[in-house]
């Protein structure tokens, strides 16, 4: 396929230079970047995910601190969630943009050199990545909650905001996270594929569809650990209920959202392509 304004009979060198460089990246380019990104992070070394990971954890807390804070201090109206969902965006701001190990954005990127080579040694890789940057990340949103369980912190109006998300964070039935953590691994995998081509406009992807996944409370295994684990530093909920009703549903959901849904269907369309260039 020739570049953008190649052939075209209406543009000097120098336009068609410009008409190239201007054009979209295709589908295959999106996928090659997206994949030396996981080819990246198999070879990385423990240490170097697993501090990585544990930075991403504690980052992630500022989405909750974020949040809690602006609730706190909102009037109790329907649209106060609509404002206070905007807090949420800023751990995964300082995550990405910063090129911290968050889980959620590694179920997509690890598992795309498995699905290119289809190989048990890089299957393996890709859930050795998964397994360290997970750990990091749950125990360091751990760290995050104990401290903000210790009284003093933080003012008693966003306490009493903590105390909200973490309640809603241990609510409603598997099914129902399971669903729901499906969609939220869906759009953080869409958004892992939309960087590459994102430029300037990269935070305000972020944002967008962050702020998606806190206004329709789709449960995020990473972010929500903080809310889940607060909730258990202050009593208020069990390790029960942080394993059963909030860790393992939102688990299953975001790693199939942002692996079956995100990775397969944004791969499968490129195999053959991928194979002849083979």
């Known amino acids: 396929m020739s570049e953008a304004g190649e052939a075209s009979p209406h543009l000097d060198q120098r ?3 410009q008409a ?37 954890g504690l980052s992630i807390g500022f989405s909750f601190l974020t949040q809690a804070t602006l609730q706190g201090y909102l009037p109790e109206t329907p649209w106060r969630q609509l404002v206070a969902g905007f807090g949420y ?21 690890a598992v795309i050199p498995a699905l290119t080579r289809r190989n048990w040694g890089t299957t393996l890789l890709a859930l050795r990545v998964w397994a360290i940057v997970l ?5 360091a949103t751990w ?29 409603g039935p ?49 972010a929500g650990s903080v809310e889940a684990a607060f909730g258990v530093c202050t009593g208020q909920a069990s390790l029960g209920d942080y394993a059963f009703r909030f860790l393992v549903p939102t688990f299953l959901g975001n790693a ?3 692996t079956i849904l995100a990775a397969l269907l944004n791969h499968a369309p490129l195999a053959g392509e991928l194979t002849e260039a083979d």
Request: proline share 3%.
């Open 143 to 171: 760290v995050f909650a104990l401290i903000a369980a210790q009284p003093g912190i933080f003012p008693d109006t966003t306490v009493r905001a903590m105390a909200e998300l973490s309640a809603r964070a241990v609510q």
């Open 20 to 56: 190239a460089a201007g054009a979209p990246l295709g589908a295959l380019v999106i996928h090659e970047i997206v994949r030396q990104q996981g080819e990246e992070e198999l070879e990385r070394s423990f240490n170097g995910l697993a501090w990585s990971g544990l930075a991403a």
């Open 15 to 17: 336009e068609r230079r």
């Open 256 to 258: 199939a959202g942002g």
């Open 89 to 109: 965006t800023v751990g995964f701001l300082i995550v990405i943009l910063g090129r911290q190990q968050l889980f959620t954005e590694t179920t997509l990127t």
């Open 174 to 222: 598997f099914w129902q996270k399971l669903v729901t953590g499906g969609s939220a691994g869906w759009l953080i995998g869409l958004m892992v594929w939309l960087m590459p081509s994102a430029d300037a406009s990269r935070a305000l992807i972020i944002i967008l569809l962050t702020y998606v996944i806190a206004i329709c409370q789709f449960p995020h295994i990473i």
């Open 135 to 139: 750990t990091a990340n749950l125990a």
